[in-house]
């Protein structure tokens, strides 16, 4: 069975400062990794996908993730974030079916 | 499209009563999901269909729940009877090709 392991519940950052949200997976088959974004009193949007090919994933809103299959990890960046990136962020690990398991959620707090 | 829709956006109710959460998937889709979100769980699959068949509902938390999918274009979340510890956000989705598309959820309170 996946699982789905954030590392940080949240994560503070100065405004226009970089960040790294971390994301480690378990599965003993090959998988497809997700990373959504939730909005206050929102449901959830999918940032990027990874399925197949390139493991650098280039998303919405200037973020990027980069499969790493020796780490088992999907860690999701941004260069510089603006305060408009305040929100909770997903990882999320399918084993290639329908089903979506989803991790604990990692809040990102901009400082201003 | 105008996406994955769910009603009500908030339900209110008596510890006890019956509660029904109501989806409407994007027409095409055809996996639908059940999630619930709180606080301490964060986000937990319940169930997910597949053409309209329950293929996986070993998150539904015990006999008080329970969904049913009886078209392409319909599924019920049911909650009898309801508890305090049923209060959550309750979000339904739909995928194809391999992407999740989330309804804005249904707040529920169980008072």
């Known amino acids: 069975a996946q699982s789905v392991t954030q590392l940080d519940s949240q994560v503070p950052v100065f405004e226009e400062a970089p960040v790294e949200l971390r994301c480690n997976y378990s599965?003993?088959?090959?998988?497809?990794l997700f990373w959504y974004v939730q909005y206050p009193n929102q449901g959830l949007q999918l940032l990027l996908k990874y399925l197949s090919g390139s493991t650098l994933v280039k998303g919405i809103n200037g973020f990027e993730a980069e499969f790493n299959k020796s780490q088992t990890s999907f860690h999701l960046r941004k260069p510089s974030v603006h305060i408009s990136d305040t929100a909770e962020y997903f990882c999320?690990?399918?084993?290639?079916?329908?089903?979506?398991?989803f991790g604990k959620g990692t809040r990102l707090h901009i400082l201003p | 499209d105008a996406g994955v829709i769910q009603s009500p956006r908030h339900e209110v109710t008596e510890m006890g009563q019956e509660v029904t959460l109501r989806c409407k998937p994007i027409s095409g889709h055809n996996s639908l999901f059940w999630y619930r979100q709180t606080m301490m769980r964060g986000l937990e699959l319940l169930i997910y269909?597949?053409?309209?068949?329950?293929?996986?509902d070993s998150g539904m938390p015990e006999d008080r729940f329970s969904a049913k999918m009886p078209n392409a274009s319909f599924s019920t979340l049911k909650i009898q009877p309801s508890e305090p510890r049923d209060s959550a956000v309750y979000f339904c989705?739909?995928?194809?090709?391999?992407?999740?598309?989330f309804g804005q959820g249904t707040r529920l309170t169980v008072v």
């Open positions: 989705a739909s995928s194809q090709a391999n992407e999740a598309f």
């Open positions: 269909f597949n053409n309209n068949v329950p293929i996986d």
């Open positions: 599965s003993s088959v090959s998988v497809y």
């Open positions: 999320a690990v399918s084993d290639r079916g329908d089903k979506i398991i």
